[in-house]
């Protein structure tokens, strides 16, 4: 399942991926739908779940944070980690 979602100009792409032990790894991409500029995230860690629907609640609520921390800032470069924590790169 690929559940899509528009937030604040941007589109986020939860889907969640079943593993060969039976849980769920969180999935997200993340686009730009400006007409002046593309821009695209995607994040392929975000955590591990027991169901498919909490690995796209969480990947669509790690989206949301992103587009609220970082979506003002076109040059900011930023990344999640296994745990679904912003963290700006330096």
């Known amino acids: 399942m690929i559940d899509c979602h528009l937030y604040k100009g941007y589109l986020l792409s939860c889907a969640p991926m079943q593993l060969d032990d ?5 999935r997200l991409g993340i686009a730009s739908m400006s007409t002046t500029k593309t821009r695209a995230q995607r994040f392929l860690d975000l955590g591990f779940f027991d ?6 609640a969480h990947a ?8 609220d ?3 003002a800032a076109p040059s900011a470069t930023t990344a999640l980690s296994s745990r679904g924590l912003p963290y700006t790169a330096r």
């Open 60 to 67: 669509r609520h790690a989206g949301i944070k992103w587009v």
């Open 69 to 71: 921390d970082n979506g």
């Open 51 to 56: 169901s498919e629907s909490e690995a796209a």
């Open 22 to 26: 039976g849980r769920w790894q969180a």
